[in-house]
């Protein structure tokens, strides 16, 4: 087994939390996600962004609090470095339809995604998903580990039925918070004082994500120990420090029984590090896809 722990220490930090403060903000003032298509699949019409081209594919999944429009940060700088990005809305969230007339509901995001791969004749590709986008990515690895490339699994609780991952979410849970706006729990502090208009466009998107009435989509089976204990796949399991939902010392109880994983850690973010530190993070994810 590797546990390789990276965790990217605060060399010259001040200038890189600057620095991915400003990309943030410039990704929020932007008008959102790009253009995107719809892929007719049984049960959904699912919509995608693709930036397209021959470099090597990465899909990435949204969190429950947001579409594919909040992954605009990842879909500009990892492009950059030339890969092939695609994000979806989904089913359910966004501008993805639910299609009962051509197939059953609600279905499964790792089988929406499964389909979706097949309609962009992806072979093989990277799989990054945070949050809820986590607990699909672990479900779909241990369905179909041999069309991943890698693994990355970002600021998520991973679903876990588990006694140990249930107590420790019973001990850290805040009373009442989750009746706080969304943006309390999933966004840091720092970035809360310091990025208005990244706050603002992060609330819009958030607001335009669940569809009135869309049921969620159940994994395609319970995420426990012995199920990611069979994933083969290379993964990288990035915390961020000041995580409410899923700090690093619970992302700590189920990271370890991965077979073959990473650790790396995004300094002074919340439960939204992509977006509130897109330079770092982008930073982190591109050294693992490197490698792999």
């Known amino acids: 087994m590797c546990k390789v722990g990276r965790q990217y220490p605060g060399v010259m930090l001040g200038a890189v939390l600057v620095l991915a403060a400003c990309c943030a903000g410039s990704a929020a003032i932007a008008a959102g996600a790009p253009d995107g298509m ?58 993805s339809l639910a299609d009962p007339a ?70 850290i849970e805040i009373p009442e918070i989750r009746k706080q706006p969304a943006a309390y729990l999933e966004i840091g502090p720092s970035y809360r004082g310091s990025d208005p208009e990244g706050v603002r466009r992060w609330n819009e998107i958030h607001e335009h994500s669940r569809q009135p009435g869309a049921p969620a989509q159940p994994l395609r089976s319970p995420n426990t120990f012995a199920k990611i204990e069979t994933i083969p796949t290379p993964t990288l399991v990035i915390a961020a420090d000041a995580d409410l939902l899923a700090p690093p010392a619970l992302m700590r109880v189920w990271a370890p029984h991965l077979k073959n994983y990473e650790w790396a850690t995004v300094p002074d973010a919340g439960h939204a590090m992509a977006w509130e530190r897109p330079g770092t993070f982008n930073d982190i994810v591109l050294d693992f896809l490197r490698r792999h």
Do not use: C, M
């Open 102 to 171: 051509s197939g059953p509901q609600p279905g499964s995001i790792a089988g929406d995604l499964d389909l979706l791969a097949d309609h962009l004749n992806l072979e093989r590709f990277h799989l990054l998903g945070v949050a809820g986008g986590g607990f699909a990515a672990l479900d779909y690895a241990a369905w179909r580990p041999e069309r991943l490339l890698s693994l990355i699994i970002g600021g998520s609780t991973g679903d876990i039925a588990e006694p140990e991952v249930a107590g420790f979410i019973k001990r």
């Open 38 to 95: 719809q892929a007719n699949l049984p049960g959904v019409k699912l919509y995608f962004t693709d930036t397209g081209g021959a470099g090597t594919p990465i899909v990435l999944l949204h969190s429950n609090t947001g579409t594919s429009a909040i992954w605009q940060p990842q879909i500009d700088g990892v492009g950059r470095a030339g890969y092939r990005v695609i994000a979806f809305d989904r089913r359910g969230w966004g501008r």
